[in-house]
Nanobody, 121 residues
Framework: QLQLVESGGGLVQPGGSLRLSCAAS????????IGWFRQAPGKEREGVSC????????YYADSVKGRFTISRDNAKNTVYLQMNSLKPEDTAVYYC??????????????WGQGTQVTVSS
């Protein structure tokens, strides 16, 4: 069964850090572009970051640029999202997703179940 599982979410104070993980089973992540998305209550889902297949080019939303870092560990079949200097507006459910196309793909083939990130004092 093809599956993505996120972990690493939680409650953190403003200015703190979290590292989210996206682990794949049933397929090899390094053949896919992997995106991180988030959705806050009452808001539309937005793209946060993406790492391409092949050359591992990375992309970030302006709102997280300089604070978040995406990376992949092919040996562990896992993609990470390191989130630093977290702000209350980063509070959302974070999802990872995989596409066998480019990061700019409109449709991602596989999605995880999401992990909650709450930034609050």
């Amino acid at each position: 069964q093809l599956q993505l599982v996120e972990s690493g979410g939680g409650l953190v104070q403003p200015g703190g850090s979290l590292r989210l993980s996206c682990a794949a089973s049933g397929f090899t992540l390094d053949y896919y572009a992997i995106g991180w998305f988030r959705q806050a209550p009452g808001k539309e889902r937005e793209g946060v970051s993406c790492i391409s297949s092949g050359d591992d080019s990375t992309y970030y939303a302006d709102s997280v640029k300089g604070r978040f870092t995406i990376s992949r560990d092919n040996a562990k079949n896992t993609v990470y999202l390191q989130m630093n200097s977290l702000k209350p507006e980063d509070t959302a459910v974070y999802y990872c997703a995989a596409t066998d196309y480019y990061c700019s793909a409109e449709v991602y083939d596989y999605w995880g179940q999401g992990t909650q990130v709450t930034v609050s004092s």
